[in-house]
Each structure stands twice: as structure tokens, then as C-alpha cells.
């Protein structure tokens, strides 16, 4: 596949248009990618060699820098668009979206997936971050992850005993690109499934900011500590105004006009960071993947 005759690449795609925040820098080029013969011969022509690599789930968690992305941007969707349920596990392709996936669970009476109906998601970027709420993770989840390794040009299957998954914290082994989630399966009532998800629904339009362009939580909560009270009681009244400002709602989010720039997003951030610094003596982790 040469690049001048290559149906799948997006020359400049605009993050910021379908990112959740509204903003980022634009990827220079993109490949949308529909099956595993078009990923491997991609990876085989000339045009990847050296060059930097970004996988784009649902970007409701990758804010990219003003400038751009120089690299080989990936998008899947196509045959890893699928959701297909075995006799022992359900193999998800990593473009299934978090929300149609726990309602096609909740059709199945399947059980476990309700906390995806709250998450914006894809379910390759939730294997990356090892997404979770309501006490529940995606580690706890899988049996295994399939992915490609852009170095040798091959397709692995890793069990998740092999894997170390941590708190926001998943598969994220340099130059690959996750292609499925093989989960378990656990029957339910779907009755208690629906409440569930309802229930996850109602307490996340309660606690957390709706209909504004956000990342979810901006920080990782440190060991026994909240992001959001370490955040509240270290900054003043200005950070919470502005195109850029921390939500009145939930501390660990804020909210950003369309289009503001990237890099003062970032920038805002950083001045979170020194505040809770200074004040607690605690350096807060991104949880928000910003691509520089
Ligand atoms: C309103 C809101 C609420 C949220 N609530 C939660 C929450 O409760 N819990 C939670 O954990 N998160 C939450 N998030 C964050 C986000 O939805 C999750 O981190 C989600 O897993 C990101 O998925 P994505 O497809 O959007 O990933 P993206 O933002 O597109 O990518 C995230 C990272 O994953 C990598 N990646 C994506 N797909 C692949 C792939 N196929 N192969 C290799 N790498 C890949 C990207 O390179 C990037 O580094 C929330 C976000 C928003 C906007």
C-alpha cells in the first residue's frame, strides 16, 4: 500500500473536531484501518518506517499538542468494530465504543460491563488505560489482549496474568496497537443489568459536569488520597473562571471552550500540579494523555 493510493489515510485529520475537549492539534497522517491485511500492509510499505506511532480510540482521554502529530496516526474500526460471543468468552474489537458494547451485553443478559454504559470510550483505549468506576475495571474484566506489534509485524495474544495492569494504568507496550479484548462472560438477569447501568447514570449526572466539553478526571487519585480535595484546597477562586476552568461540580475536571489552545490546556494543568505541590506536597499524574 504506497501512501499516494492509500483509500485510508486522512492527511491532517482534526483532532480537535472529534476529540471530547474540543481542541488539539491535527495528526498529519492518519490511517483508518478495517481489517488485519490492510494493518499488515501498511506496516510492510515504506511510509512507517521510523517514524513515531499514535492509536486513536474515541479521544475522550488524548488531548494533542498545538503543533500536531508528525507520526503514523492509526484508527480502527471496520472488522474490529465487531463484538462476537463464544462459547467460554466475548472477543471486542478495540473500535467497539464502551456504551454500545454494555448495551449489546445488556441484550445478551450478560453482567459485569454495565459501568462502560457511563464511559466515552473505545474499548482499545480502555484496555490502554485500564478504564474503571463504580469499583469495577476492565483488568477484572479480560482473559486476554490480542495486539500488533508494529517492530516485527506480527499479531500476539497476552494473557492477562502476564500483563501488569495497575490503577489507570493498562496495556501500554511501545509500538503496538491494541486489536481485540477477549472478556470473560458472566450471565445476569438483565432486569438488574438495566437497573445497574441506570443507577451508574444517575450518580455520574449527579457528581460529575454533563454536556460541556471535558476529559473526565484530570489526575489520578494518589494512593489513599482524592485528586479533588488535594485540588480544592490548594487553588483560589480565579481557577474556576475562564475559557479553560476547573468544574464547580467536580475539581478534578475542567471544562474548555471549543478550540482554546492545546498547549494552554496543558499549561493550565501545570499550574494545578505546582499548586498541589506547594501545598501538599504532592505530585498529582496525569491521567489525561497529552501527546507533545
Ligand atoms: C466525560 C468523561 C468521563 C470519563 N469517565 C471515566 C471513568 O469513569 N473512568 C475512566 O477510566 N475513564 C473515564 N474517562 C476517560 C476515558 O473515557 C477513558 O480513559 C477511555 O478508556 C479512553 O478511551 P478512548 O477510546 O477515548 O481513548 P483515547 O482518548 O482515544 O486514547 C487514550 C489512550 O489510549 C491509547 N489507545 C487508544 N486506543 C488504542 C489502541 N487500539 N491501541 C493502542 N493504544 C490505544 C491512545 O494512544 C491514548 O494514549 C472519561 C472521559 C470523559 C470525557
Redesign the pocket.
Known amino acids: 500500500m504506497t501512501q499516494e493510493n492509500n483509500k485510508n489515510l486522512v492527511i491532517n485529520y482534526s483532532s480537535a473536531k472529534y476529540s471530547?475537549l474540543k481542541t488539539g492539534g491535527k495528526i498529519k497522517n492518519l490511517y483508518k484501518i478495517n481489517s488485519q491485511t490492510e494493518l499488515i500492509n501498511l506496516f510492510n510499505g515504506n511510509q512507517t518506517i521510523n517514524k513515531s506511532l499514535?492509536?486513536?480510540?474515541?479521544?475522550?482521554?488524548?488531548l494533542i499538542k498545538d503543533e500536531g502529530f508528525k507520526g503514523i496516526g492509526i484508527k480502527?474500526q471496520g472488522d474490529f468494530a465487531n463484538i462476537q460471543i463464544n462459547s467460554d468468552h466475548i472477543l471486542v474489537g478495540?473500535a467497539v465504543l464502551d456504551n454500545y458494547f454494555s448495551k449489546f451485553c445488556y441484550k445478551k443478559g450478560i453482567k459485569g460491563f454495565e459501568f462502560l454504559y457511563?464511559?466515552?470510550?473505545?474499548i482499545?483505549?480502555?484496555i490502554?488505560?485500564n478504564?474503571?468506576?463504580y469499583n469495577h475495571e476492565i483488568k477484572d474484566k479480560l482473559i486476554s489482549v490480542i495486539f500488533f506489534d508494529i517492530n516485527d509485524k506480527k499479531i500476539y495474544e497476552k494473557n492477562i496474568n502476564e500483563l501488569q495492569f495497575d490503577y489507570?494504568k493498562g496495556f501500554q507496550k511501545k509500538n503496538?496497537?491494541?486489536l481485540y479484548g477477549k472478556f470473560k462472560i458472566f450471565h445476569g438477569d438483565q432486569n438488574n443489568i438495566k437497573n445497574l447501568m441506570q443507577e451508574y447514570e444517575r450518580i455520574r449526572n449527579q457528581t460529575q459536569p454533563q454536556k460541556v466539553n471535558?476529559?473526565?478526571s484530570i489526575f489520578k487519585n494518589p494512593t489513599n488520597e482524592s485528586a479533588w480535595k488535594l485540588i480544592k484546597s490548594s487553588i483560589d477562586e480565579s481557577f474556576y473562571r475562564g475559557p479553560i476552568k476547573l468544574s464547580k461540580i467536580h475539581s478534578n475536571f475542567f471544562e474548555n471552550e471549543p478550540y482554546v489552545s492545546a498547549n494552554s490546556i496543558n499549561l493550565f494543568i501545570s499550574k494545578i500540579q505546582n499548586k498541589v505541590k506547594e501545598k501538599h506536597k504532592i505530585l498529582l499524574e496525569k491521567e489525561l494523555?497529552f501527546i507533545d
Request: hydrophobic content about 40%.
Open positions: 471530547w499514535l492509536v486513536i480510540g474515541n479521544l475522550s482521554n488524548t480502527l478495540a457511563t464511559i466515552p470510550g473505545s482499545g483505549g480502555n490502554f488505560m478504564a474503571g468506576c489507570r503496538t496497537i491494541i471535558c476529559c473526565g494523555r
